[in-house]
Nanobody, 116 residues
Framework: QVQLVESGGGLVQPGGSLRLSCIAS????????MGWYRQAPGKQRELVAT???????HYADSMQGRFTISRDNGKNTVYLQMNNLMPDDTAVYYC??????????WGQGTQVIVSS
């Protein structure tokens, strides 16, 4: 089992920045993928960015350039730096840890609201 706890969401004005954090605990050694998804009201959950293995990263096309995923293995933490936020980025952001397809865990989510 893996437990994931997100933090860092909040209200930010358009053009602003936020950094989300996700702390993993439990059987983290078996995790092969760890990253971020988001779900906006009325929309399906979508990939934002993820680590593949320890170092490779993959971003959704629309997130490339504004969002940066990073990690601190010593703290079992993955971060998502979000810059130049836009109202369309308003969503609940979820941390995800996966061993393989069908074996994954989700955090409780952290709300990001981009509004003036």
């Amino acid at each position: 089992q893996v437990q994931l706890v997100e933090s860092g969401g909040g209200l930010v004005q358009p053009g602003g920045s936020l950094r989300l954090s996700c702390i993993a605990s439990g059987n983290t050694l078996r995790i092969n993928y760890m990253g971020w998804y988001r779900q906006a009201p009325g929309k399906q959950r979508e990939l934002v960015a993820t680590f593949i293995g320890d170092r490779r990263t993959h971003y959704a096309d629309s997130m490339q350039g504004r969002f940066t995923i990073s990690r601190d293995n010593g703290k079992n933490t993955v971060y998502l730096q979000m810059n130049n936020l836009m109202p369309d980025d308003t969503a609940v952001y979820y941390c995800n840890a996966k061993i393989t397809a069908g074996v994954e865990w989700w955090g409780q989510g952290t709300q990001v609201i981009v509004s003036s």
